[in-house]
């Protein structure tokens, strides 16, 4: 059984910054590609940020570039996401996700809230 528990998140101030975690049991990360996603209400789940098995690669989309930065630890069987500059529209759950390579995964974690006040 595939489990990945998200942390990390909570209330932060505008121009803040935070680092959630993704731990995860029942699969070795290195193995596998990891992303980051986030849905906001109302809107569709978007990713932030992906890593390919054995974290050679690194894929951000263009409107994430910049203040987002995914890492691994292998050793931890736990992968990052690291936000910086953060702004009120960043207000989401926020979603990691396993799988066999990018852009197809197969788990995801239950998510956890990042609130951004002004």
Not at 55 to 62: E, F, I, K, V, W
């Amino acid at each position: 059984q595939v489990q990945l528990v998200e942390s990390g998140g909570g209330l932060v101030q505008a121009g803040g910054s935070l680092r959630l975690s993704c731990a995860g049991s029942g699969r070795t990360f290195n193995n596998y590609a990891m992303g980051w996603f986030r849905q906001a209400p109302g809107k569709e789940r978007e990713l932030i940020a992906a890593v390919s098995r054995g974290g050679g690669s690194q894929y951000y989309p263009d409107s994430m570039k910049g203040r987002f930065s995914i890492s691994k630890d292998n050793a931890k069987n736990t992968v990052y996401l690291q936000m910086i500059s953060l702004k009120p529209e960043d207000t989401a759950v926020y979603y990691c996700a396993t799988g066999p390579k990018l852009g197809a995964y197969d788990y995801w974690g239950q998510g956890t809230q990042v609130t951004v006040s002004s």
